[in-house]
């Protein structure tokens, strides 16, 4: 069974960079086929699709946040990560990671760790 596990920094100052990494067991990242997706939900609002990665190190990113967002990974230690550059306090939200690509798509979920842009 995959289990995904988010960590990183859970406060961030506006005009910083937030960076998370998802640790992936149970399933390889480079499996083929597979789509590793970032997603957010910012309080009271629905979730939002940030982007992913494929299998084969291809990333693909919402239009919105495609100028802010990138998504990389760690092949060796079965990890990817997401940086959001320029973050503003509408940022604050639980980030998730998942696989699958797309809200319709994401099957499996990590447990979302929760970031605040504050100063």
């Known amino acids: 069974q995959v289990q995904l596990q988010e960590s990183g920094s859970g406060l961030v100052k506006p005009s910083q960079t937030l960076s998370l990494t998802c640790t992936v067991s149970?399933?390889?990242?480079?499996?083929?086929?597979?789509?590793w997706s970032w997603i957010r939900q910012p309080p009271g609002k629905g979730l939002e699709w940030m982007g992913a990665?494929?299998?084969?190190?291809?990333?693909y990113y919402s239009p919105s946040l495609k100028s802010r967002t990138s998504i990389s990974r760690d092949t060796s230690k079965n990890q990817f990560t997401l940086q959001l550059s320029s973050v503003t306090p509408e940022d604050t939200a639980v980030y998730y990671c998942a696989r699958g690509n797309g809200l319709a798509g994401a099957r499996d979920w990590g447990q979302g760790t929760q970031v605040t842009v504050s100063s």
């Open positions: 990665i494929n299998y084969s190190g291809s990333t």
């Open positions: 149970g399933d390889s990242i480079t499996t083929k086929g597979g789509f």
